[in-house]
C-alpha cells in the first residue's frame, strides 16, 4: 500500500477526526473550514485532494444535492496497519524485521503487544479473557492481515 503525501494525509486528519467524533461525512467546504486556520488552500485545490483520494480507494463518496460528502473507508488506526504491513512485506527476512521492530518499542508498546498476542492466542490475560479488547470502544478484528483494511478485500488466492 502506498502512503499518503502531505496534503493528503492532513484532508484524511481531518476526515478522521470527524469520523471518530461521530460527526456525518464531510463536504469540501467542511474540510476547507477545518483546514483554515492551519492552511492557506484553496476550495479548489480541497476538492481535488478530496476526489483523488476517493478515487484511489481512501474515501467513500455520497451526493448531497450538488455536493459531495465524503467519508474514509478505513480508520487511521487500520491504515497505518496496512502501512505497517507493507513495510514487512518489503523486507527480505520478515522475523528478523519483527524481531527488530519489538526490541525498539517502549515497555508500554511491549504490553501493548504482549496483551494482543495473548488476545491472538486465546490465552488471554490478568487484565481480561481472551478477545478482550485492547482500547475501550475498539472492537478487536477478527484477522486484520487476512484482507486489505482500506479496501476492506479479501487478497488474491
Keep these: 500500500m502506498k502512503g499518503l503525501g502531505e496534503l493528503e494525509r ?32 484553496a476550495h479548489t ?39 505497517m504491513l507493507g513495510a514487512l512485506n518489503e523486507t527480505g527476512d520478515r522475523d528478523a524485521a519483527l524481531v527488530r521492530f519489538v526490541h525498539s518499542v517502549s515497555q508500554t508498546e511491549a504490553d501493548v503487544i504482549r496483551q494482543a498476542l495473548a488476545e491472538l492466542t486465546g490465552n488471554g490475560t490478568a487484565d481480561g479473557p481472551p478477545g478482550a479488547k485492547l482500547r475501550e470502544g475498539e472492537p478487536p478484528e ?4 487476512d484482507r486489505n483494511l482500506t479496501t476492506g478485500k479479501e487478497p488474491p488466492a
Design 10 to 41: 492532513t484532508v484524511m486528519e481531518v476526515l478522521w477526526e470527524r469520523d471518530g467524533a461521530g460527526l456525518p461525512a464531510a463536504t469540501a467546504r467542511d474540510v476547507s473550514r477545518a483546514l483554515a486556520s492551519e492552511r492557506d488552500l
Design 142 to 145: 477478527a484477522n486484520p492481515s
Design 45 to 83: 485545490t480541497v476538492m481535488t485532494v478530496l476526489d483523488r483520494l476517493a478515487k484511489k480507494g481512501f474515501l467513500q463518496r455520497e451526493r448531497d444535492g450538488r455536493a459531495w460528502r465524503y467519508r474514509p473507508v478505513a480508520s487511521r488506526e487500520e491504515y497505518v496497519t496496512e502501512l
